[in-house]
């Protein structure tokens, strides 16, 4: 890496968002109690800080979670003030949304909404403050020749042309370009002003080692993908970031982080897809919140289903089938039983007698469907009960 090259702790960004949610939490506490601001608070409702210490932690750890999944926390240049603000706005309206919630199941003797809203939107607040204070501080240091990576673009063709003249126009990205090499004869040779030309692709390595390459910019067409997947080895063997700008035709990849130079799409290799632990736990959390809000709704609902199938035709009120989940699990899924009991043993018959594909999962006028099975599935009914089960899928 270069001499310059600067790496912020990564601690750095999430530690200060949870002081300033804090923060935020504290300041909301004094605008609705002490101050009284927006809504007078009546003498039987004052109440201390203390019983607002679980949710204020609440506060912080959902900012956090929400805010990781939106991949603020991560380094990605190019990345505008406006769309990280839309991301925390995103999570503080998420976070408000999960504490109130809670707050109505939990039903605490103690609990003020506005309480909640203000604070979300002064976490809004002193998060993106925060963050232009930290933008400013980048640039200042980029400006002085911290922090920027040592560019080297391969391909001199229309898309190279235009990565390096973003990157020449654009330094407060961050990047230095050092030059480009091209297979072309007369463009690998030609330097373009200012920037120089190392020869053919087959000089990167000896580049790279001598210009001390940070990152290396692949411009090319993705009919020559051999010559990329060479490129892209070579600079992971000598530990150089490698970007791709995407060709016009759909890539097939596992997965990519893509980051945006000017408007110019710079996609990254980052190997498996994975779901981050951090997105499960948010979507376990969700998926919970939302079950147990809609069991006052839902249960009455469940309950007339439950009888109405009892009624009408014999047999057990669900169904399973079995399912594959998260690395091979097995686990079963549970509707309401909307068909005759043993259904299954029609199966073969039918198809015969309708001659239909056997392939297709519904058969057209099915008559092994009830009569409350036919008014369940109209409307979606039958699927209720799988809300509980999928989460042993995950």
């Given amino acids: 890496m270069s001499k310059t090259a600067f790496n912020q702790p990564r601690w750095l960004l999430p530690v200060v968002d949870a002081g300033l949610v804090v923060v935020a939490f504290l300041f909301s506490y004094y605008l609705r109690y002490e101050v009284q601001f927006l809504q007078p608070v009546d003498e039987a409702n004052d109440a201390p800080f203390t019983p607002y210490v679980p949710y204020a932690a609440m506060f912080v750890g959902l900012m956090w979670l929400f805010n990781q999944n939106a991949s603020l926390y ?64 980048q640039n200042q240091m980029r400006k002085r020749g911290v922090g920027v990576e040592r560019v080297l673009v391969v391909g001199a063709g229309s898309v190279g042309l235009a990565v390096m003249q973003t990157i020449i126009a654009r330094p407060d990205l961050g990047y230095k370009l050092i030059g480009f090499v091209d297979d072309n004869p007369e463009r690998g040779s030609t330097d373009l002003g200012r920037v120089p030309a190392y020869g053919q692709v087959d000089n990167l390595p000896g580049v790279i080692e001598r210009e001390r390459i940070d990152t290396v910019v692949i411009t090319l067409p993705w009919q020559v993908q051999r010559k990329i997947v060479q490129i892209v080895r070579e600079c992971e063997s000598k530990h150089v970031r490698v970007r791709t700008v995407p060709d016009m035709f759909e890539l097939s990849l596992s997965q990519v982080q893509v980051e945006m130079l000017g408007g110019i799409p710079l996609l990254g290799l980052n190997g498996e897809a994975q779901l981050q632990p951090s997105s499960r736990l948010i979507k376990r959390a969700i998926d919970i919140a939302l079950t147990l809000l809609a069991l006052p709704v839902v249960g009455p609902l469940i309950g007339l289903v439950a009888l109405a199938i ?13 399912r594959v989940g998260l690395n091979g699990k097995r686990f079963k899924v549970y509707k309401f039983r909307s068909m005759i009991q043993d259904a299954e043993k029609y199966h073969d018959k039918l198809i015969r007698d309708t001659g239909e594909d056997p392939r297709h999962p519904k058969i057209a006028n099915d008559p092994r469907i009830t009569r409350v099975g036919r008014l369940i599935r109209r409307f979606s009914i039958d699927e209720l009960p799988q809300s509980g089960t999928f989460w042993a899928a995950r």
Wanted: charged letters at 15%; zero cysteines.
């Fill in 310 to 322: 009892k009624l009408d035709t014999p047999g057990p009120i669900f169904f399973s089938q079995e």
């Fill in 74 to 137: 991560r380094e990605r240049r190019g990345r505008t003030w406006w769309e990280e603000m839309f991301a925390i706005g995103n999570s503080a309206t998420n976070t408000a949304v999960f504490v109130m919630a809670l707050s109505f199941l939990l039903q605490p003797l103690v609990f003020s909404r506005l309480l909640i809203i203000q604070s979300a939107l002064l976490t809004v607040v002193l998060l993106g403050l925060w963050r232009i204070v930290l933008r400013q501080v």
